[in-house]
């Protein structure tokens, strides 16, 4: 009987699909993969991992929050099957796996945005377009060069990683071939709120989901430490709020993309649809950001006073 027991196993274990390695292959919805994620998405990645996992018991994601250098180079090796970035595969990328036979699969999954942050105690927290430009060239190195009456002396400019999608998307949007010296990185968002919370004439670029999710603790222990900045690109000065960045009035928004290389439907493409469908952009509308499928409410408060009902 043991041994009819012992051969019932062996001739499963050997017709269940495995991949080159030998390893068991997972379904969309059981099993265990890695992914690289850009560290600037961590907290929306996070509670989009918990609520798969709490839904799928069996499945299990070990995320890497890395630089999205990384992301994308892990996923060109095969070193994760799926990637969090928030761009998509450059021509080139995309040759290297069509030569493997291999089509990426790209998946918008939400809008974000870069915040800019100042210390709390920092008078200034408005800024116009051509000034943040003329500070990321390097035309502008103190504060008094903005505002005036400012005694804050030099500006410091703090990011996370020289490798993230945040300096990615500043370097390709104002196309920069290089920062200047003032700026520097923490290396994670995390350490670049601790650092401007520190330093009165720093300013920060995070990822907006650090901080949009009122209900989390996290963000508005953040928030009570540093101040959001104002951009303008004409008369107003908008904050990276969700109805700005639906409406493509704040000028740093980015989409998040999930790029899987999974030749057959496994746990990656099962993530996937989970992010992009109901529960998924459910998360994102609950992180403060705008989700790419589910239809957000905007709401338009006319301010004019109201007329006098004459009876």
Same mark, same amino acid.
């Given at each position: 009987?043991?041994?009819?027991?012992?051969?019932?196993?062996?001739?499963?274990?050997?017709?269940?699909?495995?991949?080159?390695?030998?390893?068991?292959?997972?379904?969309?919805?059981?099993?265990?993969?890695?992914?690289?994620?850009?560290?600037?998405?961590?907290?929306?990645?996070?509670?989009?991992?918990?609520?798969?996992?709490?839904?799928?018991?069996?499945?299990?994601?070990?995320? @890497? *929050?890395? =630089?999205?250098? !990384?992301?994308?180079?892990? $996923?060109?090796?095969? %070193?994760?099957?799926?990637?969090?970035?928030?761009?998509?595969?450059?021509?080139?990328?995309?040759?290297?796996?069509?030569?493997?036979?291999?089509?990426?699969?790209?998946?918008?999954?939400?809008?974000?945005?870069?915040?800019?942050?100042?210390?709390?105690?920092?008078?200034?927290?408005?800024?116009?377009?051509?000034?943040?430009?003329?500070?990321?060239?390097?035309?502008?190195?103190?504060?008094?060069?903005?505002?005036?009456?400012?005694?804050?002396?030099?500006?410091?400019?703090?990011?996370?990683?020289?490798?993230?999608?945040?300096?990615?998307?500043?370097?390709?949007?104002?196309?920069?071939?290089?920062?200047?010296?003032?700026?520097?990185?923490?290396?994670?968002?995390?350490?670049?709120? @601790? *650092?401007? =919370?520190?330093? !009165?004439?720093?300013?920060? $670029?995070?990822?907006? %989901?650090?901080?949009?999710?009122?209900?989390?603790?996290?963000?508005n222990k953040f928030l009570e430490t540093v101040k959001v900045m104002g951009i303008s690109k004409g008369e107003d000065y908008l904050k990276p709020y969700k109805a700005y960045i639906a409406m493509k009035k704040y000028p740093l928004s980015r989409d998040v993309i999930m790029i899987s290389r999974e030749a057959r439907t496994g746990l990656g493409s099962g993530f996937i649809s989970y992010a992009a469908n109901d529960k998924g952009q459910r998360i994102v509308l609950k992180a403060g950001l705008v989700?790419?499928?589910?239809?957000?409410?905007?709401?338009?408060?006319?301010?004019?006073?109201?007329?006098?009902?004459?009876?």
């Amino acid at each position: 009987m043991r041994l009819l027991l012992f051969l019932l196993v062996l001739i499963c274990w050997s017709c269940a699909d495995r991949d080159k390695k030998g390893r068991l292959l997972d379904t969309p919805t059981s099993g265990a993969i890695k992914i690289a994620v850009d560290e600037s998405l961590k907290p929306l990645l996070q509670a989009e991992v918990e609520g798969f996992e709490a839904t799928y018991p069996n499945a299990h994601i070990k995320a @890497d *929050y890395t =630089s999205e250098q !990384k992301a994308i180079h892990d $996923l060109l090796i095969d %070193s994760v099957r799926l990637a969090v970035i928030t761009r998509k595969l450059y021509s080139f990328e995309k040759k290297k796996l069509d030569s493997l036979k291999i089509i990426a699969d790209e998946v918008v999954i939400a809008k974000e945005a870069i915040a800019l942050i100042v210390n709390k105690v920092n008078p200034d927290s408005l800024i116009q377009w051509d000034q943040l430009t003329g500070v990321l060239f390097g035309k502008y190195r103190q504060w008094n060069q903005l505002y005036p009456s400012s005694r804050l002396g030099d500006l410091q400019i703090v990011f996370d990683h020289p490798q993230s999608g945040i300096i990615r998307y500043i370097t390709d949007t104002m196309h920069l071939k290089s920062l200047p010296s003032n700026c520097f990185a923490a290396s994670t968002n995390e350490a670049v709120v @601790d *650092y401007v =919370s520190k330093t !009165k004439n720093a300013i920060g $670029l995070i990822g907006l %989901s650090w901080i949009s999710d009122t209900d989390d603790p996290a963000a508005n222990k953040f928030l009570e430490t540093v101040k959001v900045m104002g951009i303008s690109k004409g008369e107003d000065y908008l904050k990276p709020y969700k109805a700005y960045i639906a409406m493509k009035k704040y000028p740093l928004s980015r989409d998040v993309i999930m790029i899987s290389r999974e030749a057959r439907t496994g746990l990656g493409s099962g993530f996937i649809s989970y992010a992009a469908n109901d529960k998924g952009q459910r998360i994102v509308l609950k992180a403060g950001l705008v989700p790419a499928k589910a239809p957000v409410r905007l709401v338009q408060i006319n301010r004019a006073p109201l007329e006098k009902i004459v009876k």
